[in-house]
């Protein structure tokens, strides 16, 4: 890429869609969030994501030389079609990359969401140098994405890296997916606001039924974070669980793919290492053992955004590399 | 390659040492087996490959170009380094390639043996003509490996594709390996005889028990499968629940990697459809489901020779081509 190119990187979410203006080293110039009114139908949000384009390209006064979007679901790239996304209500197939390059006259890329934020992580993030990554979002779903010999895995139909639907637990809860105990109904938002709730029900969790103004509906895994931090012992058990069946998940990855360094993001990962260290230990206690072997797993470096980063050097294909140290 | 090149594959396990003459469009010219009397130790050991690979050298009258070994476990192919294999005692990190080398001063290659199998499955078995391929072996071990956007995935160090020690049941039984409720605690051939040893002690398995001389020590997978065949109500539970232990991980497996296509191998997919297709059906129960997408779960083609064969390409590296129908 020349030096000075820019690139709108668009991260397309069910709540917020945020665009950025990203220079070619993968660093923001300028951001501009709106809400994603998903409950409009697409072609509203369709009208919503050229509006915050035209918006970055007008204030900015650069010259963009692309347009890259990450969106929620599976996506395939090579037709840049977005398929079925799961927060966004009567997307069926939307071929979202040429109603945009329609709309805008730029070239246009879409990615998986969770795919941009590993290429972001990989490119100039927690992972910069590794040449074999995983990458894991926490959140209300439970996404991932992986690097392997130093590229961008999709599979055979750009729906690799599912990691939230990896089974843990054969016979454990039902999920969204139609699956019984994959890790996403086990760590996800929702999973861990329940096993908040229980605790509260039990008469434990002083603090967490303090933070939510006894409001269950409030408990969220932010507020289960703050009350461990304050040493809320039964708000720690709940993150403390989460962060074993997330290691066991790691161990099962880390004897299919041995990749150096796992990077985790995504809003529950603020929780730190209330869940990292246990699942650093449920994953080295259950891994293969090899005398050299050391995986990092660590946080992710470039925070809300990723998506947006990840998104833009998605736009530039294969022309960009990873940025050096 | 030149057509009419030759090339020796070995496949080195811990009962016996396979060599073969291989061609390269990876056809079987010549066979040679002998006893890997893995006890008298590494010398030993590497003294019966260097007669395996003579015999076949001077019974063929062929220009041999090179020799490939397909090793139990870790192995370190960039260096030609066996590392601990399982069922090799007294094996520390063994530079096998450049021991052969020294004795035959033929180009050797060393790579982990259920790659080499997979790697044949690939270039022309079952899998011929994927571009992102997935291979299990089902036996005393269960083994992977992975041919990721065409190309054996190794991972960072050469440890990929442990897919018997995924877990299966974060909660089940003991693995070899330290882990609980592996895959291949679940459905490697001990767990297979175990679970048909309950079942003639509850009273069950009139075939097995008749089969096995009521001898427990003689429950094998062959016999188990041999009942089942006969009508056995309890050897096909048997299969029935390893099938179905198969498909919850080849479910993550698919999530994971969205392959094309699985391929099964190894001693006990003799059993064949009275394990895989519960395999198939808790596989598609559990996978995320595509419109598009059908993974086909396919018995290997290739049988005792994918050792060999495999072997044999790899030793050729890549200037080889998969095989076209």
Redesign the interface.
């Known amino acids: 890429m020349r030096p000075g190119r820019c690139v709108i990187g668009i991260d397309l979410g069910g709540t917020n869609i945020r665009a950025a203006l990203v220079d070619e080293r993968g660093s923001v110039r300028q951001r501009h969030c709106l809400s994603t009114g998903a409950a409009d139908g697409v072609d509203a949000v369709v009208s919503r994501l050229v509006e915050a384009a035209r918006t970055i390209v007008s204030s900015s006064g650069e010259e963009v030389e692309a347009i890259g979007i990450g969106a929620p679901g599976?996506v395939d790239p090579s037709r840049g079609v977005v398929r079925i996304p799961p927060n966004l209500p009567g997307w069926g197939e939307v071929p979202l990359a040429s109603l945009i390059e329609g709309a805008l006259g730029y070239p246009t890329r879409v990615g998986n969401d969770t795919n941009m934020v590993t290429l972001a992580e990989w490119m100039c993030g927690a992972g910069r140098g590794a040449?074999?990554m995983v990458c894991l979002t926490l959140g209300t779903g439970v996404g991932?994405g992986?690097v392997?010999?130093s590229?961008l895995?999709?599979?055979?139909?750009?729906?690799?890296?599912?990691?939230g639907?990896?089974?843990?637990?054969?016979q454990g809860p039902l999920c969204n997916?139609?699956?019984?105990g994959c890790l996403e109904s086990l760590v996800g938002a929702s999973a861990i606001a329940e096993r908040a709730r229980m605790a509260i029900e039990r008469g434990e969790g002083e603090e967490m039924r303090r933070l939510s103004g006894g409001d269950h509906e409030q408990l969220t895994p932010e507020i289960v974070a703050r009350a461990a931090e304050c040493g809320d012992e039964a708000a720690r058990r709940v993150l403390y669980d989460v962060g074993v069946y997330l290691g066991?998940a790691l161990?099962?990855?880390v004897?299919?793919?041995?990749?150096?360094i796992i990077v985790i993001g995504g809003g529950i990962s603020h929780a730190g290492d209330l869940i990292l260290e246990p699942a650093r230990a449920a994953m080295e206690?259950?891994?293969?053992?090899?005398e050299?072997?050391h995986v990092s797993v660590v946080p992710a470096a470039l925070g809300d955004d990723g998506g947006v980063i990840g998104a833009a050097l998605f736009a530039l294909g294969d022309d960009v590399d990873p940025v050096q140290g």
């Open positions: 599976l040449r074999h991932g992986l392997l010999d590229q895995y999709l599979g055979a139909r750009g729906a690799a890296a599912e990691i639907h990896m089974t843990v637990e054969p997916c139609g699956n019984r066991i161990a099962s990855i004897n299919l793919l041995d990749p150096e206690e259950r891994a293969m053992r090899l050299d072997r």
